[in-house]
């Protein structure tokens, strides 16, 4: 039975609202700690361009980032449905 099923029309779409918001600010944090790490992993000192070594550092930094979250991500679902749980966290 879904969290959702015992909710008024208007508690539901403030639910469905007060999700929305928290995975955006979830989102929001991640881009965050992207430009955070691979910042400090690839750029040695600002100036007006980046580099080409640097621009290709930054650019598999963020592709290894996003490739790891979504590992973890995928691992955690997966160890949900075994202990049968519904995706609800």
């Given amino acids: 039975m879904s969290d959702f099923e015992n909710l008024?029309?208007?508690d539901k779409e403030l639910?469905?609202?007060l999700m929305i918001e928290k995975q955006k600010a979830q989102f929001n944090?991640?881009?965050h700690?992207?430009?955070e790490i691979c910042w400090e992993k690839c750029v040695g000192k600002p100036s007006t361009k980046l580099d080409h070594a640097t621009e290709t550092c930054l650019s598999n930094c963020v592709?290894?980032?996003i490739d790891t979250s979504l590992l973890i991500t995928q691992r955690f679902a997966q160890m949900l449905q075994k202990r049968g749980g519904s995706?609800?966290?």
Avoid: K, T
Wanted: hydrophobic share 35%; net charge negative; no cysteine.
């Fill in 15 to 17: 639910q469905e609202f």
């Fill in 8 to 10: 008024s029309g208007n």
């Fill in 29 to 31: 944090a991640e881009i």
């Fill in 33 to 35: 700690e992207f430009n």
């Fill in 87 to 89: 995706g609800d966290l």
């Fill in 63 to 65: 592709d290894r980032f």
